[in-house]
């Protein structure tokens, strides 16, 4: 098997200096470039926001269908998820889409943009697939609710990416980067609590606990001198 695997690789790499790759590839995404446009246009004109991209769920299932996809819609019992399938056995590539906007301001995140980068790659994979004969899949996953809601957290917990060996999305960005920095996150909440007193007779009886707040926001601020350039740090008074 493992001889097999081996020679599979070297094919395709022998493949690729040829230029066959990229051939098979390109070609098969230039063809539907039109309709692909249409895609992202359709999606950009009806933004929807999380679990309610019911639109988006539609046109992007029926597309995929149409192209020859094996599609299941409301995936894993979430009703705007999807998976769409083509091909048997593994490497089993996913690539994700996200296509939920923001209120007022619509797609400003580009998620259209990140639907149609994702179904063009699952078409280009496609035909290579079809043309080569290797065996392998490729997924085109639809993950509802990123710009909060947790959609992916729902989809992974529901077991969406058991059998999958990579994944991977592209996002809209105003630069050209291959391997782009990613934030991990961390919150904190702190409360600062003070003691009344009269402020006018006897104010040293009293704790500030909004000039306690004042300083810690102040110090924090200050530390971003010392911090990394990617590096971030943010906070807001909610109370």
Not at 133 to 144: D, E, H, K, R
Request: hydrophobic share 40%; aromatic share 8%; net charge negative.
């Amino acid at each position: 098997m493992g001889g097999a695997r081996y020679k599979n690789c070297r094919t395709q790499i022998m493949a690729e200096k040829d230029g066959f790759v990229t051939k098979v590839v390109s070609g098969a995404i230039e063809k539907e470039k039109e309709s692909l446009k249409a895609l992202s246009h359709e999606i950009w004109s009806n933004p929807e926001l999380n679990y309610e991209e019911v639109i988006a769920h539609k046109v992007l299932t029926d597309y995929l269908e149409a192209k020859g996809f094996a599609v299941d819609r409301e995936f894993c019992n979430i009703k705007t998820a999807f998976r769409a399938r083509f091909g048997s056995g593994s490497p089993n590539v996913c690539v994700i889409c996200e296509y939920d906007a923001l209120p007022t301001i619509g797609h400003a995140c580009g998620h259209n943009l990140i639907s149609e980068a994702g179904v063009a790659a699952g078409l280009g994979v496609k035909a290579y697939l079809e043309t080569t004969g290797l065996t392998g899949t490729i997924t085109v996953l639809g993950t509802p609710a990123e710009e909060g809601g947790g959609g992916k957290i729902l989809l992974i917990e529901r077991g969406a990416l058991k059998g999958i060996d990579v994944s991977m999305m592209v996002h809209p960005a105003p630069f050209e980067i291959i391997m782009p920095n990613h934030l991990s996150c961390a919150q904190l909440t702190v409360e600062f609590t003070g003691k009344a007193a009269h402020a006018a007779a006897f104010p040293w009886e009293g704790v500030n606990a909004l000039d306690a707040a004042v300083l810690a926001y102040t110090n924090v601020s200050l530390l971003r001198q010392q911090m990394k350039p990617s590096w971030r740090v943010h906070a807001v008074f909610t109370n």
